[in-house]
DNA sequence: GCAAAAGTGTTATGGATACACCCATGA
DNA sequence: TCATGGGTGTATCCATAACACTTTTGC
């Protein structure tokens, strides 16, 4: 029973959690699971579990995250370690928290493991959580604020092309502030950081807009000049 | 022996390792240890240790920091979880890693809880250390690079009344970079952030200079006011 | 007087802001 | 032809950067 179940063992003492955003028609979304199981069953959560001995942290987040929600091959990034003494009532668990963002339409959710739901929930509209889960979703909802303002992570939220205003509303759901179409458009645009498409909207009731797509490479090629990406 | 001592028993598969930034002479040094005991005896490290049931994760760090090196009352901040599963080589120990900013004179070193030596080190001085502590070392100095430029914590690294040239000599070493005087006390005098004290420099051969302090009152009135602090 | 740092002034440039306006398209 | 959003133009303002200059002090 020993080595071969190793592998299996999970630290006792260590959580994982997510903070899944996603954004569609304006607005900004999170990812919630319902517990299927045991004494919490039917309450609602940020997808997670623990982590097992023989896997980084990094990568168990990752493996909770689609047993539990169908969600993969995203871009997880650590948000910050939540270790009060009391805030898991039955043992002592410290959690690292991750957040990611990313385009919600290119995801069919499934309830996986030991979880019974699975929902995008608005961010205006989330119900009460298990544990301290909702400051750790309004933890990462304050990062996520101040970290779309200096760097380009916003464009993962968008589907792969996508028009300006769509960038700006994304913006304006975030931020919760209004912007002005032509200076936003005008700044953007200057950046020399988004690729123009040849493709326009289609079945739009109004004069199509122009298609851009963010390029990681052109990206990378600014930032090896100096650039620095504000909004 | 088991109630009675569940409060000094630690989790094992979690540490704590902390960053301890501070500032002399135009330059950045950081806090290092050198193990007193065990088999790694004699070599340098991060300050560090592990977490007891009954404290926070948060509460750890400050216990460790001040039984190790009797550095005590300054601000720690998270910085990141480090889980990679062979960063510790006798056993699967995650870290979470702490930084701080501080007068380096304003503290008495002492090697205190089974740490033979304590000292500070210039930041590009710094000999190899134990386990992945120099990659947290570099990951701390990136963090504080950027943070510095986006928030107004560099004052913690110099005594409480400074002059304008100090700041610009402290955010030349933590950058590495060269600032324009007299543009750099412009930009800090219009924040009206900084408090001039009716006091100027002493037994300097030159003429001496304002002394200006950060106050925490007038900065968090001006973050009311929509004030966005940027170097 | 000289060195060294304090502190002021000036000008060119370019981005931010506000807002008026025209364009294209479907209903 | 109207509503909707796409897209352009422009005048004002303000922050930045580069750099020349004057002031104060100890040696």
Redo the contacts between chains.
Sequence with gaps: MENSNFSEKV?E??SIDTVIFGFEASKLFVLLVKHGEGKYAGKWALPGGF?K??????D?AYRILTDQTAVRDIFLE?L??F???QRYPDS?V?T?AYYALVNKQNFELNAGASVSDVRWFDIHEVPHLLFDHNDILSYGFSHLKHKIQ?EPIGFNLLPRKFTLLQIKELYEAILEIELDKSNFRRKLIKMNLLVACNEKQKDVAHRAARLYRFDESVYNNLLRKGFVFEV
């Design positions: 630290i003492a260590l982590i001995y023989n896997e980084s942290v990094d168990a650590e910050k370690t270790g009060e003494v002592r410290i690292v200096h």
